[in-house]
């Protein structure tokens, strides 16, 4: 069963990236599957130009690929990221995540009780 990996507040805050604490070897293997996810597709459009006759639909593979393996970068590199909230008093956020938690409360209570 898979546990949920805690949150590392504090070396979250310094560094502005979310920091979890895992194993080791999980983040190897999510790191390899990153690197695949980004290297695999061009390089499948490469062997699909070489052994194609119709080069040009291939190069438009290439290109898609390009773009997904660019597009999946991105992603990786932002994704736990953290952004500072602004515009409300600190009274007024706490205010506004009580509300919100009664409201998802009242929805989890009304599921159940179905």
């Known amino acids: 069963m898979y546990n949920r990996p805690s949150i590392d507040i504090t070396k979250s805050k310094q560094t502005g990236k979310l920091v979890l604490k895992e194993m080791f070897l999980f983040k190897f293997l999510v790191n390899i599957l990153y690197l695949i996810l980004v290297v695999l597709p061009p390089y499948l459009c490469l062997v699909g130009i070489e052994h194609d006759s119709n ?34 008093s600190k009274k007024d956020n706490i205010n506004l995540i009580k509300e919100i938690a009664k409201k998802i409360i009242g929805k989890l209570n009304y599921q159940t009780n179905e």
Do not use: C, P, T
């Not at 773009?67 to 991105?74: A, E, H, K, T, V």
């Open 55 to 88: 080069k040009e639909i291939s190069f438009i593979f290439l290109f898609l690929s390009l773009i997904l393996s660019g597009f999946i970068i991105y992603s990786v590199y932002h994704l736990y990221s953290l952004k500072r909230i602004k515009g409300l």
